[in-house]
C-alpha cells in the first residue's frame, strides 16, 4: 500500500532479514518504509553536499590556473 501521490517501489529482501528490520522499525516506533525513506534521504543529501564542495574546489583549481 502506498500513500496518494507516492509511487511504489520494489526491492528484493531475504524474508528474514525482512522480518527482524520490521521487529526493529516497530520497536523504535516507527515503519520500515519512513525508515528506508529517511535513509535515502540522508544518503542523497550527503551526496549532494559532496558535489557542492567537489563543483566548488573544481572553480577554486580552475581559477587559480
Do not use: F
Amino acid at each position: 500500500m502506498t500513500t496518494k501521490g507516492t509511487p511504489g517501489r520494489v526491492v528484493r529482501i531475504d524474508d528474514e532479514t525482512w522480518a527482524a528490520y520490521g521487529e526493529l522499525c516497530a520497536e523504535e516506533g516507527t515503519s520500515r518504509a519512513d525508515d528506508l525513506r529517511r535513509h535515502a534521504h540522508a544518503r542523497v543529501q550527503a551526496w549532494r553536499k559532496k558535489q557542492a564542495i567537489q563543483r566548488r574546489l573544481n572553480k577554486l583549481d580552475a581559477s587559480e590556473s
